[in-house]
């Protein structure tokens, strides 16, 4: 029996800041971003692993600049970003000795984007996360699962193999990287369906970064509950305990706690889907994010240019604005009610935000055990004449005059 994980207190300070970011910015970057099909066009597109690596050999984005990039999502309000160190596609988007398939190897920019995405983190104090696919379409010896069928490869599966390579590239990304401060796993549900079960060997992945990094968070997108080992839950696409999206099927843990969602529909660069969700959708995401105590990890699927999608660029301004003026409703913040008709709440010590985001609301009823010491607009400042009601034990907060869109923000002091 191997002794259960005692994370450090270093892990556990770190889980402490990640749990206040709130706001983070995910992006899908790599060879498919050429095809424009999103990220999974290898696999959709029943493409044959030769013919897709020529999308290496002409990867050249000339606009890219990881600088520019930092500063518009540092100017959105994100803390963090999470970036593709490999996706599922096998393609590595950093130098790495395991494989040729790599940026600095296999394409004509040879650069790697992941130092230097790191490195302009690291000036601007953007937290820098990695994605890393522990599933492959392309290695032979990755054991076939549910996907990636027909790409051409002579099975050979090996997991003795295949799990060493992933060791000693995570190692490469831990130790030529000094910044990373997060993993994020994908890829687990590759296997789920395996009779007898397929053994990932999880615990034994995550003591061998937990020993070259204690601090380390480890986050892994198997849409079940935490495994032994992990530092912070992960859901996609729906907020914790909810599950429209299929995916988040899980309980809620005591963990941080993190949902991904794409701007529009893909995660990868397609051209075809420029169905963004409006600024307001995407700060009202943030906000029902922060009532449960979560982190909005929004992604952005860059051009194969190298730039940012101009409406991206668009929607990350649009958030940056809202997030200059109500940031403290956010950041740092506890969760509160996450279920009112009238709206939400988040938390810290004895301040209450209360997001009214539903328009109709002329006046909000809260339930609180005794009269509060003062309640005002959170936008102007000023005091609000608000009444209590001794029997139901509620504050009853006249909305006039409050501006705000998405919502009307009222502090409440305890
Ligand atoms: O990186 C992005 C996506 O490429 C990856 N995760 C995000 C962050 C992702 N791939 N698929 N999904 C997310 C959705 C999962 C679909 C699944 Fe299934 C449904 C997995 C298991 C059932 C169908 C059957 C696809 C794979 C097996």
Redo the contacts with the bound molecule.
């Keep these: 029996m191997q002794a259960q994980y005692v994370p450090t207190p270093e892990n556990i300070q770190a889980r402490q800041q990640f749990d206040g970011f709130r706001f983070g910015i995910f992006l899908?970057w790599g060879i498919y971003s050429e095809f424009a099909q999103g990220?999974?066009y290898l696999n959709t597109g029943k493409l044959n692993k030769d013919e897709y690596a020529k999308a290496a050999s002409c990867f050249y984005p000339i606009l890219f600049d990881a600088n520019q990039w930092i500063k518009a999502i540092k100017a959105s309000g994100a803390k963090y970003i999470t970036f593709t160190s490999r996706?599922?596609d096998s393609f590595s988007m950093y130098k790495t000795n395991e494989s040729r398939y790599n940026i600095v190897d296999a394409t004509p920019f040879k650069r790697d984007v992941l130092k230097e995405l790191a490195a302009a983190c690291q000036k601007e104090g953007i937290q820098f996360h990695l994605?890393y696919s522990i599933l492959d379409w392309i290695r032979e010896d990755y054991p076939i699962g549910?996907?990636g069928h027909d790409t051409g490869r002579t099975p050979r599966p090996n997991y003795d193999t295949y799990f060493q390579f992933m060791k000693n590239q995570v190692k490469e990304l831990l130790t030529n990287y000094p910044n990373v401060a997060a993993l994020w796993f994908?890829g687990y549900?590759?296997h789920?369906k395996d009779v007898p079960a397929f053994d990932w060997r999880l615990p034994e992945f995550y003591r061998y970064i937990h020993a070259l990094k204690p601090e380390c968070l480890i986050g892994n997108?198997h849409h079940t509950d935490p495994i032994e080992g992990e530092d912070f839950q992960m859901f996609?696409r729906d907020l914790p305990g909810e599950n429209k999206a299929g995916?988040s099927p899980q309980g809620i843990s005591e963990l941080p706690l993190e949902m991904?969602q794409t701007m529009n529909g893909m995660?990868g660069y397609k051209v075809a889907d420029q169905d963004y969700k409006s600024v307001e959708e995407l700060v009202t995401l943030i906000i029902n994010a922060a009532a449960k105590g979560c982190n909005l990890l929004l992604n952005i699927g860059p051009q194969p240019n190298g730039e940012l999608p101009a409406l991206a660029i668009n929607r990350l301004q649009g958030i940056g604005k809202w997030m200059n003026t109500y940031g403290e409703t956010i950041y740092g913040t506890h969760r509160g009610i996450d279920d009112a008709p009238w709206g939400v709440t988040t938390k810290k010590g004895s301040t209450t935000f209360i997001h009214v985001l539903n328009k109709e609301y002329r006046e909000i009823e809260y339930p609180l055990a005794k009269r509060p010491k003062l309640v005002k607009d959170f936008l102007s400042g000023n005091v609000l004449k608000y009444k209590y009601d001794k029997k139901k034990k509620t504050v009853i907060i006249p909305l006039d005059g409050i501006a705000g869109v998405p919502d009307r923000v009222v502090t409440m002091i305890e």
């Design positions: 899908h990220e999974w996706h599922h994605y549910r996907t994908d549900w590759d789920n997108n996609e995916l991904c995660w």
